[in-house]
């Protein structure tokens, strides 16, 4: 048995391609799940903490903000 996609809302569609969008991504002719696949592996890769540098590495004003 294949369940299907539930329907996204208009303002949930907006809100999607708005994402795409600004990520520069031209997703015009793709439908919502291959739309969502790219916003999210975007999203994962900004939100990907960056390289910690070791502490000695460090400026002053971050350890003392630290």
């Given at each position: 048995m294949t369940e299907?996609?539930?329907a996204l809302s208009?303002?949930?569609r907006t809100d999607l391609r708005a994402f795409a969008r600004l990520f520069d991504m031209a997703m015009e002719e793709?439908?919502?799940a291959e739309v969502?696949?790219?916003v999210r592996r975007r999203l994962e890769e900004?939100?990907?903490p960056a390289l910690q540098a070791?502490?000695?590495w460090v400026y002053e004003e971050?350890?003392?903000a630290a």
């Open positions: 299907e996609a539930p208009d303002a949930a793709a439908g919502e969502w696949a790219a900004d939100l990907t070791p502490a000695e971050q350890k003392q």
